[in-house]
């Protein structure tokens, strides 16, 4: 009886030398960078895994994260997302059994960092679905990393996966998410480049050393009047139109001042017709930021749809003064110039051939001259901010064949055919 006993602790001390070798050669493995094999070795220490005492038992959890980490990011995973499961709770376990705490910390923020940049990859190439996939686990790996969330929720967006966003929106709201965050940034002395640090005193420090100057604080503004945009705009795709005027509502109570807010309230009605609301609302906005160029923008776009082309103009002509650069409202100030031609021309083309109707046409025609002159400027404007517009130069080259401008006309068709070889 005795001698069974013994040869069963035998078998027993065996087999456990056996498992620490596995996990001794796993470790091996991975410091090769040989998942496959590292992975081989934990299968056959975890069908006894719980004989290991915690020492050993982390170092499996350990090597275990290690290896399905690696071979998620290889390029060889056959489940990638199943892999960084699998590793992170490894890591959890690691934490929980206490011993190796700061590899597994480690290993989890490197965890992090390399899904993170790895759904950056997949929105450069168009696949928005796995990197919302992704930027949602990051979110999960730490819920305080609630940015991960918010850049998950559009990524799902942008894979027109609207069910998926709108839980994350949803969640995002609940949650308070503002996204507002404070940059700390300094001059690099020899570039002369901004450089934002991590951290003010990290800053602060740089600035001391007369590296770095002109240290500021940029504080960015929140984003929870999008979300309620966001959230409004998918009911609109799924027409649900109560919910998104639901959604707007919630909004406007936490902060009915919010200009995003209420810039996303008037996009709703705009998407909706209802253009007078729409037109109202964008007024509000513009009381509280008059130096928006994009709101007088689309105040002009709003005044223009209802019919009011002398207020589009007025707004248009407002943006112009705001951001000398906008290329749209340059190109509004054209069409909106231009849009009384056509009934020039069929006023013209109704005429007959009597002497009356001849001294109305020559009137008629001159007229019209006069809105493709008034009309040059905007549109010169616009090409001059974008080269490549052909549709504002191939109104140009019309133009200036219709007041006998050939030369300058030709010029542009010159280079109209030049963009298009």
């Given at each position: 009886m005795?001698?069974t006993?013994?040869?069963?602790?035998?078998?027993?001390?065996?087999?456990?030398f056996a498992?620490?070798?596995e996990?001794?050669?796993?470790q091996?493995?991975i410091?090769?960078?040989d998942?496959s094999s590292a992975?081989?070795?934990?299968?056959?220490?975890?069908?006894?895994?719980?004989d290991?005492?915690?020492?050993?038992?982390?170092?499996?959890?350990?090597?275990?994260?290690?290896?399905h980490?690696?071979?998620?990011?290889?390029?060889n995973s056959?489940?990638?997302?199943?892999?960084?499961?699998?590793a992170?709770?490894?890591?959890?376990?690691?934490?929980?059994?206490?011993r190796?705490?700061?590899?597994?910390k480690?290993g989890?923020?490197?965890?992090k960092d390399?899904l993170?940049n790895?759904a950056?990859?997949d929105?450069?190439?168009?696949?928005?679905?796995?990197a919302?996939?992704?930027l949602y686990k990051?979110?999960?790996?730490?819920?305080?990393?609630t940015?991960?969330?918010?850049?998950?929720?559009?990524?799902a967006?942008?894979?027109?996966d609207?069910?998926?966003?709108l839980?994350?929106?949803?969640?995002?709201?609940?949650?308070?998410?503002?996204?507002?965050?404070t940059n700390?940034?300094?001059?690099?002395v020899e570039s002369?480049?901004?450089?934002t640090?991590?951290?003010?005193?990290?800053?602060?420090?740089s600035?001391k050393?007369?590296?770095?100057t002109?240290p500021?604080?940029d504080?960015t503004?929140?984003?929870?009047g999008e979300?309620a945009k966001?959230?409004?705009?998918?009911?609109?795709q799924q027409?649900?139109t109560d919910?998104?005027?639901?959604?707007?509502?919630?909004?406007?109570?936490e902060n009915?001042n919010?200009?995003?807010?209420?810039?996303a309230?008037?996009?709703?009605?705009?998407?909706?017709g209802?253009i007078?609301?729409?037109?109202?609302?964008?007024?509000?906005?513009v009381?509280?930021?008059p130096n928006?160029?994009?709101?007088?923008?689309?105040?002009?776009v709003s005044?223009?749809?209802?019919?009011?082309?002398k207020?589009?103009?007025?707004?248009?002509?407002?943006?112009?003064e705001l951001?000398?650069e906008?290329?749209?409202?340059?190109?509004?100030?054209?069409?909106?110039?231009?849009s009384?031609?056509?009934?020039?021309?069929?006023?013209?083309?109704?005429?007959?051939?009597?002497?009356?109707?001849?001294?109305?046409?020559q009137?008629?025609?001159?007229?019209?001259?006069?809105?493709y002159?008034?009309a040059?400027?905007?549109l010169?404007?616009?090409?001059e901010i974008n080269?490549?517009?052909?549709?504002?130069m191939?109104?140009?080259?019309?133009?200036y064949?219709q007041?006998?401008k050939?030369?300058?006309?030709?010029e542009i068709k010159?280079?109209?055919?030049?963009?298009r070889?």
């Amino acid at each position: 009886m005795k001698k069974t006993i013994f040869s069963l602790a035998l078998l027993a001390t065996t087999s456990l030398f056996a498992q620490k070798s596995e996990v001794k050669d796993a470790q091996d493995a991975i410091e090769n960078e040989d998942f496959s094999s590292a992975i081989s070795y934990l299968k056959t220490a975890k069908k006894l895994k719980s004989d290991l005492n915690d020492k050993w038992l982390s170092r499996f959890y350990l090597a275990q994260a290690q290896s399905h980490s690696m071979r998620a990011f290889s390029g060889n995973s056959q489940d990638m997302m199943s892999d960084i499961d699998i590793a992170v709770n490894a890591y959890e376990e690691v934490i929980k059994l206490g011993r190796d705490v700061e590899d597994a910390k480690m290993g989890v923020a490197s965890l992090k960092d390399n899904l993170v940049n790895s759904a950056i990859d997949d929105q450069k190439k168009g696949e928005n679905s796995l990197a919302a996939d992704k930027l949602y686990k990051s979110y999960n790996m730490n819920e305080q990393d609630t940015m991960y969330l918010y850049y998950a929720a559009s990524s799902a967006v942008n894979a027109r996966d609207y069910d998926e966003a709108l839980t994350y929106y949803k969640r995002l709201m609940d949650i308070e998410y503002t996204g507002v965050r404070t940059n700390y940034i300094a001059t690099d002395v020899e570039s002369g480049e901004e450089v934002t640090f991590n951290s003010k005193e990290e800053r602060d420090f740089s600035v001391k050393s007369d590296q770095y100057t002109n240290p500021k604080d940029d504080v960015t503004e929140s984003v929870r009047g999008e979300i309620a945009k966001n959230i409004s705009l998918i009911y609109i795709q799924q027409e649900k139109t109560d919910e998104a005027l639901i959604a707007i509502e919630e909004a406007k109570k936490e902060n009915p001042n919010d200009i995003a807010i209420i810039q996303a309230e008037a996009d709703l009605h705009y998407r909706l017709g209802n253009i007078e609301k729409y037109s109202d609302l964008m007024k509000k906005a513009v009381k509280q930021d008059p130096n928006n160029a994009n709101l007088h923008y689309n105040l002009g776009v709003s005044a223009e749809q209802l019919g009011d082309i002398k207020t589009a103009q007025k707004y248009y002509k407002q943006a112009i003064e705001l951001d000398p650069e906008m290329e749209n409202a340059y190109i509004n100030m054209a069409t909106t110039t231009l849009s009384k031609e056509r009934e020039i021309v069929e006023e013209m083309n109704s005429l007959g051939t009597s002497k009356a109707d001849n001294k109305k046409y020559q009137k008629l025609n001159e007229e019209k001259k006069q809105y493709y002159s008034d009309a040059l400027p905007y549109l010169e404007k616009a090409i001059e901010i974008n080269p490549q517009n052909i549709g504002a130069m191939q109104t140009l080259m019309n133009i200036y064949f219709q007041l006998g401008k050939d030369e300058k006309a030709e010029e542009i068709k010159s280079r109209i055919d030049e963009i298009r070889k």
